[in-house]
């Protein structure tokens, strides 16, 4: 049997998955990862621990390969996306540890930046907002700190350039690459001539020259090295490079103008594709490059844009709730406790741990829990984090829904669902019914690891076209909007009113 490989190095754990052509995952091989957390509001993660365990997952799904017969045509890379790594070219040493998306500690200097008026120039050249989130600030930080005597063989890059300049050879035969939908996430790449913007990188002191080459999201990228355990993947092309969300949109098969996903993981992340053209983003959300075919985008368009909201907690407040307050013994529990709960009655959870993402921005904003009355217990708690969910994704998707409306005339009308959470259906209704729109999950919510799989096969040359890959996307489950629309309206506007009170809550010094 061919097969495609994905790596799929997320926040919290690494992932070696093997699909068929049919999009079917046969064998997983994973790895969980440590966070650090040195300082309130930094969030830091080992780089060699990263890579290790890739390499991991790689030795363990090359046994398994051999054993079953399978033949790896092609290896696909995906990736937590505005985490920066710096790293020793000369070495391949990391010279600090990797900075991942949801450290916060460079929330002054996004002041400073707004302050200098750069607000608009990063906004019309890379789509994005300024914030701590995206990488450019984390890369000035550790050139900053991260050394005091800095190699010149020193670089910089997100997880996907560090892992394929170690897939591809390392110190000796290493490509240092990244791809537009990662690049797009550094507050540094403009998306209109897709390439690093010299103005943002002069104004804030990065040398273009420490930052990767950017390379279409598949075709011959480089090949796997025989210093990477696992026979059968030596001399086997890595042939797509995907950040994870757009892998997910991806795999999602929404290729077309209008298409929408939510991907519930660690945090949530809504994306609609607005096609080959960018799309103003409103206040709150950002524009993104969702994928560059390159030269195997015969038939199809080349560069595809999406409109994103970046949510940046949802799954980690369920694990919160297990292992912060005991509230469940496991993540699976949360479906049914909260579905033994007649109602919130009044309560809502606001869980700003990291600050506020979309559409909100706000650095400064923490946590709260709003509305506690006697009669809230264990089964209150659990649906109000639910309900959390499903009222973040719609403050995204109300924006979405307006600006597709004004600026392409599209209406959405689908809402595709993915990641761990998404197989809670009570979660379902409830972002049915906030959404007011159709909710529908796949037979396969691994939808991240079989983007970037599909990804690569086309770089591969397996797939020729978009089309032939439509049977990897199956429904599974469809909600339809239920509750009464002025009763959702109403439980939306308490949230409203929640999250308002944890708006503003930290001022960072400097």
Known sequence: MDII???????????????????????????EITRHFPQPGWVEQSADEIRDLVFATLHDMSDECLEKGYRVASVGLTNQRETV??????????????????????????NHMREAGMEDLVRDATGLVID?????????????????????????????????WNLTGGVSTGVLVT????????????????????????????????????????GEIGTISRDVPGDCIHGVRLAGILGDQQSALFGQACWTAGMAKVTYGTGSFVLVNTGPEVVAAPDGLVASIAWDLGSRSTGDARVSYTLEGSIFSTGATIQWLRDGLGIIRESSEIGPLAASATGSNGLYIVPAFSGLGSPWWDPHARACIIGISEGVGRKELARATLESIAFQVRDCMDEMTRTMADQSGIMLKELRVDGGVSVVDNLLQMQADQVGMTVTRPRNVETTAVGVALMAALGAGVFTRLDDMITAWQMDVTMQPEQDRSAADMAYQGWIRAL????GWVVYAG
């Open 132 to 164: 701590p989130y995206f990488s450019a600030t984390k890369i000035k930080w550790l050139l900053d700190n991260a050394t005091d005597d800095p190699p010149p063989g020193m670089v910089f890059g997100t997880v996907d350039s560090f892992l394929a």
């Open 5 to 31: 490989l994905a790596i799929d190095a997320g926040t919290t754990g690494v992932r070696t998955v093997a699909c068929d052509l049919s999009g079917r995952i046969q064998a997983v091989h994973y790895r």
């Open 179 to 218: 791809d537009p939908s990662n690049a797009c996430r550094t507050m540094l790449f403009d998306i209109h001539k897709l390439e690093w913007s010299e103005q943002i990188c002069d104004a804030m002191g990065i040398d273009i020259k420490l930052l990767p080459i950017v390379m279409p999201s598949c």
């Open 85 to 110: 790594v710096c790293w020793d070219r000369d070495t391949g040493k990391p010279l600090h540890r990797a900075i991942v998306w949801q450290d916060r500690r460079t929330a002054a200097m996004c």
């Open 500 to 503: 308002e009170k944890s708006r």
